[in-house]
Structures are given as C-alpha cells and as structure tokens.
C-alpha cells in the first residue's frame, strides 16, 4: 500500500511541476477555446435567425404568414401588373358600351361585367381598371383578310385619358380579349380606337371620329399617371393609332 501511495504522490507532484511550466500556454490555449466555442455559437444562432427571417419561396404563403405581414406589403406584393390578361372574359349584357364590332365593360376587378377563370386578382382601385371587350356574334363591316374577331393590342395615355387599341387577330392564332389598365385620371375618360386606320374594331357606331367613349369608374383618380404606366405614350402622336402591321 504504501509504495503505490507515495508512486502517487510523486506523479502528483510531476504533473503539478508540468502545470506551473505551461500554465501560460494552459490557460491560453483554454481561453481561445472558449472564445472559439463562444463564437461557434453565436454563428449558430445567427444562422438560425437568418433562416427563420428568411422566407422559403417554394412554401405556399400560409394565413399566420399573411397576418405578420404589413398592409402596404401586401398592397404591393399582391397588385396585378398592368396589360394583358388571358384569365378575363367579358359578361355581354353588363357591357359598359358598345362600339364598332366589339362590346366592352371596364370597372374593378368585382364588377359583374367580368367573369375570371381562377378568382379575380387585387388591383390598386385608386390607379388601375379592368377592361374586357367581346367581338362575339357583333356584326362587323370591313374586317381585314383572315381576321377572326378583334384582340387588345395596348394601351397609350393622352391627357388624362387612357386609349385602348384594337386589332383584328388572324385565325389561328390567340386572341386577348382583355387587360389591366391605368385608371384615368381626373375628368379623363377611357376609350377604344382601332389599332390601324383601315381597321373597323373600336370607333364610334356613329362613324364620327376615331375613338368610342366607353367611360371611367364613379370614383376619380387624384394622382398623375406614373412613369411606369406611360410606357411608349411620351411620344408626341400617342393618341393616334399605332399602326399595327395585319400581314396584308
């Protein structure tokens, strides 16, 4: 017992000699350790916080996610674009005027002058209308070669107004029967011309000028039309027709 009591002692003391050498380099070697593990972690919980900050795109949005997020997000995010649309079609008999070979209706996106295919989108009442024409079953005088019923070709602001332009679309090929437009602003109105003088589609049932009223929403657009809704209408005839090539 007592050899292997003093073999103790004695590798006690070895070690205790070896501490008092390299306690130094002991207690620095101890303390980057420490600052690497407090570093780790705290990498750890950055990276976890980006990750839970950061939205997973490919995720449906659920109803809490809508909840967290501010109004003017979602104002923005969810606003349709301006242009055509494939998923709008017009309701005949709640047309807000007909003109030369097409009827068309143009209102908010839940007026009953409209019929969407998958739910109607949000649009900025305040800067944006929906517009739908219908060349079925209208009788139509002086339609080009090969056409198969009017299509929106784009819109150009004059003004205060907003002039929706409208070719003949060939057979065969598809037609786009509605948009999302500028509201017009202030007394402006919303019209419909041909897209080229030759075309019949959109003039007055009168024959007297080139553009048909169709009108504007009951309530008025206070704001100016923004760079983004000009498009091509700075150039100086953006009121006449843009002169579409109908491959005659």
């Not at 929106?152 to 509605?178: C, K, L, S």
Request: glycine share 10%; proline share 6%; net charge positive.
């Amino acid at each position: 017992m007592g050899t292997k009591y003093e073999a103790i002692r004695r590798n006690l003391a070895r070690l205790h000699s070896i501490a008092n050498k390299r306690g130094f380099a002991a207690i620095a070697l101890l303390a980057l350790s420490c600052e690497a593990s407090v570093s780790g972690d705290a990498s750890a919980k950055r990276a976890r916080a980006d990750s839970e900050d950061t939205p997973d795109f490919d995720k449906p949005i659920t109803a809490k996610d809508l909840a967290a997020r501010p109004p003017a997000a979602l104002a923005i995010a969810d606003t349709a674009l301006l242009g055509a649309r494939h998923d709008l079609s017009l309701v005949s008999e709640h047309a807000n005027a007909t003109c030369a070979c097409v009827k068309v209706g143009i209102g908010t996106a839940q007026s009953a002058a409209f019929q969407w295919q998958s739910g109607a989108p949000h649009l900025s009442d305040a800067t944006q209308l929906a517009f739908a024409m219908s060349s079925e079953n209208m009788a139509c005088t002086g339609e080009p070669k090969g056409s198969s019923g009017a299509s929106y070709w784009g819109y150009r602001i004059a003004g205060n107004d907003v002039i929706v332009f409208v070719e003949g679309v060939r057979e065969g090929r598809p037609r786009t029967a509605a948009a999302i437009i500028p509201k017009p602003v202030g007394d402006g109105q919303v019209y419909v011309a041909p897209a080229k003088k030759s075309f019949p589609y959109g003039r007055p049932l009168d024959g007297k000028g080139e553009r048909c009223k169709v009108g504007t929403s009951a309530t008025k657009r206070t704001t100016p039309f923004s760079q983004g809704e000009l498009g091509d209408s700075s150039l100086k005839n953006a009121g006449t027709a843009p002169g579409v090539d109908d491959g005659e």
